[in-house]
């Protein structure tokens, strides 16, 4: 398996709900960021610009609160693949503490019609060695 991919996420004071910590809405929106921001450093530029990416369902665990002064990375690694669907885990850590982790199918689609398309082998191999 490829090493997980660090994706440093920076809180804003409008991530910050009423009761003072990251408003749980925000994490989808870090899940998201990061999957995109891992597969745009891993594919190669062509492949990027063919294919667009698209959640087909998120399942989030919340397990500490997270506040404005916190570092927290989120940490992505692909599980596997089939077909044109690729599912992901996503740890959100402060520091060596995990704050939340997040399992979520991703459709890959290709980029003029806007349809399925599975990834290229020698494209996937670049997060999911195995295949």
């Avoid at 506040?67 to 692909?78: E, G, K, Q, S, T």
Wanted: aromatic share 10%; with cysteine; proline share 4%.
């Amino acid at each position: 398996m490829v090493d997980a991919y660090h994706h440093q996420i920076g809180i804003r004071q409008d991530d910050i709900d009423h009761m003072g910590h990251v408003n749980n809405a925000v994490y989808l929106k870090w899940v998201q960021d990061a999957v995109v921001r891992y597969w745009e450093s891993i594919a190669p530029p062509d492949a990027v610009a063919r294919h667009l990416w698209v959640a087909l369902k998120h399942e989030i665990s919340y397990r500490r609160p997270t506040f404005l002064d916190d570092d927290v990375v989120a940490d992505v690694i692909a599980e596997k693949m089939q077909g044109a669907k690729v599912f992901f885990t996503t740890i959100i850590k402060r520091g060596e503490e995990v704050v939340a982790e997040a399992k979520s199918t991703w459709c890959c689609l290709d980029a003029a019609s806007r349809r399925p398309a599975r990834l290229a082998r020698d494209v996937a191999r670049r997060f999911l060695p195995e295949l």
